[in-house]
């Protein structure tokens, strides 16, 4: 077995808690609409006409291949309409809306008696259950790990069906004819863990079963669920050997063998800003607005996602049905998040699983590159990951997808809000039901990482708030001064940024928050007693030579306060310098917050305090591990690079102390390190 630890942690205890502890609940609804499209592409066709009366789990669609399985009736009632509807672009279904009526109802009974393989093999045919490629491994995966945060129905299911999972399992290892069975389960979940162990004690021996079967805890990650990863960490160099089932399916499989009915129903949580969040078991068609209304509402400007908030679509919840592979509705608020131009922060490339280098497939598909196949966007899964962490808000994981279907892009600006978001209007238009035009609709994924550009500027900012307090106090016959001092700086570099983006004709980011940072900062390394003049010039430059000029945030070589400290004050004692303890409580005002990693600054401090004790009391040191250690104006991409940065700057810092800069060799040592950090960056790209 192969230990990787793939994935990042992106799990609330409070979003699992809205659900967790809810059993299904059942739920039948006045009528449904069945898709006969089960399958991605794999169209059934009806064996029912429209005013039929039909049972629950009848035959309503049958395939033409005998490896694909049969769709059922999921309740009794009257077959009032078949009707066309678009799902996607140019994906159109057939579906089967049946109105609920109190009639007779069929007696089911268990199929079979016997287990052999050929007799599982043609249930799953009448259960409803697809056995393509059955054969294609020898290792069963069953996937009990719940990817996606907010969706509990799986673990609901281990819960109350952990036997009928096991036997599932079971039976489908004799059909496959699978060597080994593996269930997995989140590590954090005890109680399922348990539950499957009790089961597979109980229930492993059964029908002849000598496969071993193996229950593996994983820790929680995202997106350890996904079918890729998942025979990776389970099975290693044998992943192509691997056949991954649900849970889902399995229950479905001990239901249809020993009960005798067919797949009609499916556990679905639906959670998220409904005024209860529940655990359904509904049949399968049922409406996702009439599942809402009866979970009391939801808020009117809320989006309705099918799935999980990173993979999840957003739907039209009037004209959505519930299918058998749906395990969660989740409805959030709709959040406009606030795109700005790519800080190379190498974030993107860091945490995706693919190893991809998302930021430049976004890159050349923007530029409307045409042959883009060296950037392996093929082998991305869609996970989300990469548009989670970016601080800059850039819909790499849409654009990724658009490059691994092989489009391309209309040649636009690299920086233009430009994109191309479901277009739900469109698929409205071909509907046979029309609804509501008024959606909210969004690219996947639904949530982000706290800590974009603006959440960083707007609590750098916070952090220096005591430090300003601190030099008022300090220094009262100068308030005035100071007082002015920054605004005119705030003023200066705010307006520089604006009116330069304007000329340029370039995509505003002044709103980002870090020309004002900028200024505010750089006012408190002048000293109290610097002019006014000096300052506003100072503060112009800091933005023109320091930022704009090489192309805005993340661009310049060096940190654009530098350049304005070391060209016009480079020796002067920072007006701050005393006040420590001040800067303490910015740099851990951003690491509680969450905006910067505590350890790097932890490093630089660390090896600075130990070669050098008298810096302990330097505000400038402590400056400098808050805000230029992890600067999203020169971060290097990778994390290799970043920590050589770290380790640069505080060895530079100590030499320049030596030689006699005093509290000036702070920011000479952020001056050449920021210089050279271009050459820590390799390995650049892991894949091209
Ligand atoms: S590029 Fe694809 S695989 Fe990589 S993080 Fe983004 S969505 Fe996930
Ligand atoms: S800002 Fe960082 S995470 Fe976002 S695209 Fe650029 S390098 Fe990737």
């Not at 007696?107 to 259960?127: G, H, Q």
């Not at 109350?160 to 496959?176: D, N, P, Q, R, T």
């Not at 129903?265 to 049922?286: A, D, E, Q």
């Not at 401090?605 to 591990?625: E, M, T």
Request: aromatic share 12%; proline share 4%.
């Amino acid at each position: 077995m192969v230990k990787t630890d793939h994935g990042i942690d992106v799990y609330k205890e409070s979003w699992e808690q809205l659900t967790r502890d809810k059993a299904f609940e059942g739920y039948v609804p006045e009528e449904v609409c069945i898709s006969l499209c089960q399958i991605d592409g794999i169209l059934c066709h009806p064996t029912v006409k429209e005013g039929d009366y039909v049972f629950k789990g009848q035959v309503i669609g049958e395939p033409d291949d005998e490896k694909y399985a049969c769709i059922h009736a999921s309740i009794s009632g009257r077959v009032e309409e078949i009707f066309q509807y678009q799902r996607s672009p140019g994906i159109f279904e057939t579906f089967v809306c049946i109105k609920k009526e109190n009639g007779k109802q069929r007696e089911w009974y268990p199929f079979s008696v016997e287990y052999d393989k050929d007799t599982i093999l043609k249930m799953m045919y009448r259960i409803g259950i697809h056995k393509e490629d059955i054969t294609s491994g020898k290792i069963l995966i069953v996937n009990g790990f719940a990817n996606e945060p907010y969706i509990t129905s799986g673990y609901r299911l281990i819960m109350e069906s952990s036997g009928k999972i096991v036997i599932g399992a079971i039976l489908w290892s004799i059909a496959a004819e699978t060597e080994e069975i593996y269930l997995c389960v989140n590590e954090d979940a005890l109680d399922a863990v348990s539950k499957l162990k009790r089961a597979v004690q109980k229930y492993g021996k059964n029908l002849g079963n000598r496969r071993p079967i193996w229950i593996i805890p994983m820790k929680r990650k995202y997106p350890k669920g996904n079918e890729q990863i998942i025979r990776a960490v389970v099975a290693g160099k044998k992943k192509n050997m691997t056949k991954v089932v649900s849970i889902a399916e399995m229950t479905a499989l001990y239901d249809g063998i020993y009960d005798g009915e067919p797949w009609t129903r499916v556990g679905v949580t639906l959670s998220g800003k409904v005024m209860y969040p529940k655990n359904l078991w509904i049949p399968i068609g049922t409406n996702v607005n009439e599942m809402i209304e009866y979970c009391g509402g939801m808020p009117k400007d809320a989006m309705v996602i099918c799935g999980g908030p990173f993979k999840g679509k957003t739907v039209d919840a009037s004209n959505y049905w519930i299918r058998r592979e749906t395990t969660g509705i989740l409805v959030l608020e709709s959040k406009d998040i606030v795109e700005s131009s790519c800080v190379k922060c190498g974030m993107c490339r860091e945490y995706c699983p693919k190893k991809l280098c998302p930021d430049i497939i976004e890159k050349a598909y923007l530029k409307g590159t045409e042959n883009i196949r060296d950037l392996h966007a093929d082998q991305c899964i869609g996970c989300g990951i990469c548009s989670y962490v970016c601080p800059s808000g850039r819909r790499l994981t849409e654009y990724v997808g658009q490059v691994k279907k092989g489009h391309v892009c209309k040649k636009v600006d690299e920086n233009s809000m430009k994109g191309s978001y479901i277009d739900l209007n469109s698929k409205i238009r071909n509907m046979k039901k029309l609804g509501s035009l008024d959606l909210k609709s969004q690219s996947a994924p639904h949530i982000h990482r706290r800590g974009t550009i603006q959440d960083v500027m707007r609590n750098s900012i916070y952090g220096l708030i005591p430090l300003i307090a601190g030099v008022f106090i300090r220094n009262p016959e100068s308030q005035w001064h100071i007082l002015s001092m920054l605004i005119i700086s705030s003023i200066a570099a705010y307006l520089t940024e604006y009116f330069w983006q304007q000329y340029q004709g370039k995509y505003m980011t002044v709103h980002d928050g870090s020309a004002i940072f900028t200024g505010i900062l750089l006012a408190l390394l002048f000293s109290a007693e610097t002019s006014l003049w000096k300052v506003a010039f100072a503060s112009v430059i800091s933005i023109l030579l320091g930022k704009q000029w090489f192309g805005g945030i993340g661009c310049a070589p060096i940190h654009p306060v530098i350049v304005g400290k070391l060209l016009f004050q480079p020796f002067g004692v920072p007006v701050i310098e005393p006040l420590w303890y001040f800067a303490v409580f910015a740099l851990g005002w951003l690491i509680l917050t969450r905006m910067i990693p505590w350890s790097y600054p932890a490093v630089y401090l660390i090896i600075v305090s130990v070669f050098q004790p008298k810096l302990i009391f330097s505000a400038s040191v402590y400056i400098a591990a808050a805000y230029f250690v992890w600067s999203y104006e020169t971060l290097t991409p990778t994390r290799f690079g970043k920590w050589t940065f770290t380790l640069l700057l505080a060895v530079l810092t100590i030499i320049f102390f030596k030689i006699g800069m005093g509290s000036s060799c702070v920011c000479f040592a952020v001056a050449f390190a920021d210089l050279f950090r271009h050459l820590f960056c390799f390995p650049r790209m892991k894949r091209v």
